[in-house]
């Protein structure tokens, strides 16, 4: 983490932001020892981190701050953020009028993320491609990383498309992958993560009082 903050730091740099004082968000279930590894990586990497803030509380500021003209001073507005990243899944209740913001409740599963959707594709898809030529993607870092990648501009097509292809031209050993998908497909591979899903959604609105 301090290699990769020390490189993020050359881009705001290159930006001419020159300061070195910066806020790091975490997730809002980090521990105190992985809160306290951030700030000791912002201590290798040179920078002077003057504040940690939950990625929650990030995305509501940022919130507030852009539709602050559109908020009232006295009704409050409700708004819940869903953040289903690549690798967890956060809901956050949030409070707004226009001069105040308050974060009523979070709730976090850390391992639930667009990660285990890829990897449902790349086992099958790495199977099929297997029986096929006999030479297994999964064995080769090289190969691992074209394949997840392009699973992720799958998955990505497949939102808002109702079929797409997913293509790696010599995978491996010079073998060719092509294959279709249709969305009705992914949906059924997946249908345990969205059941999961779906059950971390009751457990936020039910304890939110939204239900």
């Not at 920078?47 to 006295?74: H, M, P, Q, W």
């Not at 090289?142 to 997840?148: A, C, I, M």
């Not at 993560?193 to 009082?209: D, K, S």
């Amino acid at each position: 983490m301090g290699f990769f903050l020390k490189k993020s730091m050359t881009y705001f740099e290159a930006a001419g932001m020159k300061s070195k004082d910066i806020v790091i968000s975490v997730p809002p279930y980090a521990t105190n020892s992985e809160r306290q590894a951030y700030l000791d990586a912002a201590e290798i990497a040179d920078i002077k981190c003057i504040r940690l803030v939950n990625e929650s509380t990030a995305t509501a500021l940022t919130y507030g701050f852009f539709r602050k003209a559109d908020l009232d001073e006295k009704i409050t507005r409700k708004v819940v953020f869903i953040d289903f990243g690549h690798s967890k899944l956060t809901c956050t209740l949030a409070h707004f009028t226009k001069n105040k913001m308050k974060i009523v409740y979070t709730y976090s599963d850390r391992n639930l993320g667009a990660r285990k959707l890829d990897y449902v594709l790349f086992d099958l898809i790495a199977a099929e491609f297997t029986k096929k030529y006999g030479c297994d993607p999964r064995e080769g870092p090289r190969q691992r990383l074209r394949l997840l990648d392009s699973i992720e501009k799958l998955r990505k097509l497949l939102t808002s498309n109702k079929e797409a292809d997913v293509t790696c031209e010599a995978l491996m050993e010079d073998n060719d992958l092509r294959r279709h998908f249709t969305r009705e497909e992914f949906e059924k591979l997946i249908e345990p993560f969205i059941v999961q899903f779906r059950e971390c959604l009751g457990v936020f609105l039910t304890n939110a009082g939204l239900i």
